[in-house]
């Protein structure tokens, strides 16, 4: 059995405009030590797919299928045994670690927290275990770091702080949501080191979530890609890089800028802007972008394909889209 | 922290300074001849000379600044023209009783916008919410001293619980004079307490939005923990200004209101004093009632440093 | 195109819930003041000790006071002195702190310095302690307290104008006609104040409420309006002395004094909704 089994996960947001389909019918699983990237453009459903696995969804929010830890579907829980799960067997690190620590608490205190709330540590015992977890994070000085306040370190420093917190208490899952878009890009390599080198040693799980697909290429075992609130195309990380087969991977793969690339040569856009929730065809959510469309895909749901063993592929034009070269699809 | 702490105290000084000269100039520089308002228009010339005299008034403004100051740090106020007793005494006595007002007053007020504004803020846009808002909306509205009136209807005479105004003395006991300050002290805390709650309820609404609360409600806590180890302190910043803020309307309001009970306090005192032209009296409560808003304004930008160590790090 | 900008402004006006109420409320009062001045249901002057105590009926809506006046009549005669009042003292405040605020703004250096510095100090001096200072040595009377409360509404103005002002001046807008040569002053008239305008206005309103209430608070001391000129906080003063024999003539006066406030209250709320939605999506 899958450490986590999520099926035809569907996230409704209530909007001024009325109900917006944030996430529709996404289905994966994650076993035990395992990496899983979720990559796709800014208002994709990642990061909502990803708060409705820790229950942290707006209020006026409807999530629907299954999220199940363990056999458990988390949907059906408290909000109470949400919390002994919450930052104990699933934690995550968000984008922004210049908001995402409270200004008014020092940093030894916010990471103190977990660790007397699920691991029941008395004030001393949490102190010697946040020391030791700082130092872990990579933070120099942790007996002074333990008293600083979040506005007397650096973006890397707290982001390293954000990773303590969500190490304290071994979780079987860490879910990393953009950890490193805020951030300078000499200290984003750092930092993407040490959550695979804590993962591996720690023996956690990881959902990596990004818009970087060089980042996700680099860091996972197996690829989720994500559009208009749907998964497009999801496999193995290699077997994916061996061929890209969905357009929308294609466009995303074309649009990296490359090392060693001729001087002259241009950077390949996907044409059109990332989509707005509440206007999305029923059929395939890429339609409107999609150099391939016909009238099915306005209409029809795609059917999810295993082209190969561990990749599948969610569209309707599946031939034409391996045969058809990258650089004819978007130029 | 000394370096803030010294940058405040210094600002203090600086205003505590610039509103004597203000109040110096207004009372005794502006009128032309302090001893005519004292005397009125009828007075006669050797009248006006002897007074003239006996107050030190044919001495040069700057001297008499300096002699009313250093009076003042001396605990010397001079001497009530209409009363001929210390001035000291007369607002000694008053203290005793606007203190204690303006603060049971503060105490209820803040009560009152914590547990309105968390309780609407924690039914956002329901139905408790809105009544709560509308309600305030209106304790906004009222008058204070007419608020004091209505209570005094009501409480006093309808119910007779409470007494309709006076003040018995300290010596009477704490519990009578805890009774006698309680209508006037609602009176003034529900305006004050009404304008905190609408603040209180926007800031947790606000901080509610913010990054760190996801953090915390991501590592386990509670709503309930979440709210009070990491939305409140950081909601009470913005609480905090507009108290200070509204302190001086507070104080303001005990005068006024301290006349609708006839309670002998700072109020009735110079209400009295501006009757009986005694203008040494209304300069030396004016002063002490400016200052006072200066030190609470003083009290809160230190409080800030305490709540919010971002500001400290800013001065250093 | 601006046929359109205008029916947006006049269906955001519509939509305002508080924006409807307290200008309907705001017009009731200023209809009161307005009639008030040809014509009332009876005398707010006339003292005639027969007439005293009369309670409400055709002739005497609200029924007379202990000397005999129609109390429905004051009420009314008082509008005009309250918004008197607060018209003159915001407007002092509203010229004088709004060109102190644009001229610090405008100038920097050490006239924005001194210009702060002394609305620094006049946060200690509330309407009410201002009022206490001039009556004890000009004595008590109307035009008094419409001085003090002026006098406090000037540094209220002048901050806000300044804070405001300065943010605008930072503008690319503002930076591309200083680069087109035109001076300071002209920069203020055409671009500073009609983007400052809209905050202005509210505050002005809000302000406003503000001074309808110290006035009241300082006639209801003796230091405002004298007699025999009806004022809201007079009456109250009046009515106290006769809680027992009575109450509601305690009653009327502040439920005046209150719709007005209320009104003035609802009608800001309002327009910071209308002229400047980022606000109102903040609150």
């Known amino acids: ?331 | 922290m000394s370096v803030f702490i010294a940058k405040r105290v210094l600002t203090l000084i600086v205003t505590l300074i610039g509103a004597s000269i203000v109040i110096f100039l207004v009372m005794e520089i502006l009128p032309g001849d302090p001893a005519l308002v004292i005397l009125g228009v009828d007075a006669s010339d050797e009248a006006i000379l002897a007074l003239t005299k006996e107050l030190g008034l044919d001495r040069p403004p700057m001297i008499r600044y300096w002699d009313w100051i250093a009076g003042i740090l001396k605990g010397e106020l001079g001497t009530s023209y209409a009363y001929k007793v210390p001035v000291w005494e007369l607002i000694e006595g008053a203290l005793l009783i606007t203190i204690p007002l303006a603060i049971m007053s503060i105490i209820i007020s803040i009560i009152l916008a914590l547990s309105i504004g968390l309780y609407a803020a924690a039914n956002h846009n329901k139905a408790g919410d809105i009544t709560l808002m509308g309600i305030s909306q209106l304790g906004i509205s009222i008058p204070n001293f007419w608020l004091a009136i209505l209570l005094i209807i009501l409480f006093a005479i309808e119910l007779r619980w409470l007494p309709a105004g006076g003040f018995p003395g300290w010596d009477d006991g704490l519990w009578a004079c805890l009774r006698a300050l309680l209508l006037p002290s609602l009176a003034l805390a529900t305006v004050v307490g009404a304008i905190l709650a609408r603040i209180t309820r926007s800031s947790v609404l606000e901080v509610f939005r913010e990054d760190y609360v996801r953090t915390a409600r991501a590592k386990g806590l509670s709503k309930q923990a979440t709210l009070w180890r990491h939305v409140l302190r950081n909601a009470l910043i913005p609480v905090l200004t507009v108290t200070g803020i509204q302190f001086s309307a507070l104080l303001t309001g005990t005068v006024v209101v301290e006349n609708v009970f006839h309670i002998p306090g700072l109020g009735s005192l110079v209400l009295k004093a501006i009757n009986n032209r005694d203008t040494i009296v209304v300069e030396n409560v004016v002063l002490l009632l400016a200052t006072m808003i200066i030190v609470v304004n003083f009290i809160v930008d230190v409080l800030y440093a305490v709540i919010d160590p971002r500001l400290k790090a800013h001065d250093i | 195109m601006s046929k359109d900008r205008s029916l947006s402004f006049i269906n955001r006006c519509r939509r305002s819930r508080s924006f409807v109420v307290g200008g309907a409320m705001t017009a009731f009062l200023l209809m009161c003041a307005i009639i008030s001045l040809f014509w009332t249901p009876g005398s707010a002057y006339d003292i005639t000790i027969a007439n005293r105590f009369l309670p409400s009926s055709a002739n005497h809506w609200l029924g007379t006071d202990q000397f005999g006046r129609d109390i429905a009549s004051m009420l009314m005669t008082g509008t005009q002195n309250s918004i008197v009042v607060a018209v003159v003292a915001v407007s002092i405040g509203l010229f004088i702190g709004v060109s102190l605020g644009l001229l610090a703004s405008a100038k920097r250096g050490w006239t924005e310095e001194i210009i702060m510095r002394l609305s620094d100090f006049s946060f200690a001096f509330p309407a009410i302690l201002s009022a206490i200072m001039l009556t004890a040595i000009l004595g008590p009377g109307g035009v008094n307290s419409i001085l003090a409360i002026g006098l406090y509404n000037i540094p209220v103005f002048a901050r806000l104008t300044r804070g405001t002002a300065n943010s605008i001046w930072a503008r690319e807008f503002v930076m591309a006609a200083r680069a087109s040569g035109k001076g300071r002053l002209r920069i203020t008239f055409e671009h500073i104040l009609p983007n400052i305008l809209s905050i202005i206005i509210v505050q002005a309103t809000i302000l406003f409420a503000i001074a309808i209430l110290a006035e009241a608070a300082l006639s209801y001391l003796g230091l405002g309006t004298q007699p025999p000129e009806p004022s809201w906080g007079r009456m109250l003063n009046e009515a106290q002395t006769l809680m027992f024999l009575d109450p509601m003539q305690a009653i009327y006066p502040g439920l005046a004094i209150a719709i007005a406030v209320f009104g003035l209250n609802l009608l800001g709320d309002g327009l910071r909704d209308i002229l400047d939605p980022r606000l109102s999506r903040k609150r």
């Open chain 1, 1 to 331: 059995m899958s450490l986590l089994n999520v099926k035809d996960l569907s996230v409704i947001l209530a909007t001024n405009e009325g109900p917006a389909r944030a996430v529709r019918n996404l289905s994966f699983r994650l076993n035990r030590g395992e990496t899983l990237g979720i990559v796709g453009e800014s208002g994709c459903g990642k990061s909502m797919a990803a708060l409705a696995l820790m229950g942290l969804l707006p209020e006026q929010s409807e999530t629907l299928g299954e999220i199940k830890l363990d056999g458990q579907n988390l949907l059906e829980k408290s909000d109470a045994e949400m919390c002994q799960i919450r930052g104990n067997r699933l934690a995550m690190i968000f984008q922004e670690p210049m908001t995402s620590l409270n200004p008014v608490h020092t940093v030894g205190h916010q990471i103190m927290e977990p660790l007397r709330l699920h691991r029941n540590m008395s004030e001393n015992e949490a102190k010697a275990e946040v020391l030791r977890l700082l130092d872990r994070v990579g933070i120099p000085n942790p007996k002074e770091r333990i008293d600083n306040y979040p506005h007397q370190l650096s973006g890397g420093q707290r982001q390293r702080v954000m990773i303590a917190i969500a190490l304290s208490c071994q979780p079987d899952i860490l879910i990393a949501d953009e950890p490193t878009t805020a951030l300078d890009v000499t200290i984003q390599d750092q930092i993407l080191e040490l959550i695979q080198t804590l993962v591996r040693e720690e023996g956690m799980a990881l959902i990596l979530i990004s818009h970087d697909l060089g980042v996700i290429s680099e860091n996972t075992d197996n690829i989720l890609v994500m559009y208009g609130g749907c998964a497009v195309e999801a496999g193995g990380t290699a077997q994916i890089f061996e061929e890209l087969i969905h357009p929308y991977t294609q466009g995303l793969f074309a649009a990296m800028p490359k090392l060693g690339r001729a001087r002259g040569g241009r950077l390949v856009t996907i044409p059109g802007t990332v989509p707005d929730l509440m206007g999305l065809p029923m059929g395939c959510t890429f339609t409107d972008r999609c150099p391939l469309a016909t009238e099915v895909c306005r209409n029809t749901p795609p059917p999810i394909v295993e082209v190969k063993p561990l990749q599948f592929v969610a569209c309707h034009h599946l031939d034409e889209a391996r045969t058809r070269k990258t650089e004819e699809l978007f130029s």
